[in-house]
Nanobody
Framework: QLVESGGGPVQAGDSLSLSCAAS????????MAWFRQAPGKEREFVAA????????SYSNSVKGRFTISRDNAKNTMYLQMNSLKPEDTADYYC????????????????????WGRGTQVTVSS
């Protein structure tokens, strides 16, 4: 089970940190990712992280502003969002899937097996 937290209303330029807490004892075998979905739009990739945390990938729209990380000891993944823009407004979802290699990461939402229910981020100008 994945549970997101940390969303809320902010002003443009503000920062926000999202968390994704996972239940279970095998957190370290899962590649993780954040996706988001704005009203009326399809779910889009935001950032991905290998199970070791050594490999990351970001969408061009958030690169340089967002940072994905994980703490396997705490079964938690994070998304630090800086310099937020109104176009970052969306429901943010964390996702997980098992991976064979420690450096694998995935950007397609259809490849993920587990999803949280989302946390809403609203950025006003």
């Amino acid at each position: 089970q994945l549970v997101e937290s940390g969303g809320g209303p902010v002003q443009a330029g503000d920062s926000l940190s999202l968390s994704c807490a996972a239940s279970g004892r095998a957190f370290g075998i899962y590649s993780m990712a954040w996706f988001r979905q704005a009203p009326g739009k399809e779910r889009e990739f935001v950032a991905a992280l290998s199970r070791s945390g050594d490999s990351t990938s970001y969408s061009n729209s958030v690169k340089g502003r967002f940072t994905i990380s994980r703490d396997n000891a705490k079964n938690t993944m994070y998304l630090q969002m800086n310099s937020l823009k109104p176009e970052d407004t969306a429901d943010y979802y964390c996702a997980a899937r098992r991976s064979v290699n420690s450096f694998d990461l995935y950007v397609e939402p259809t490849t993920y097996d587990y999803w949280g229910r989302g946390t809403q981020v609203t950025v006003s100008s």
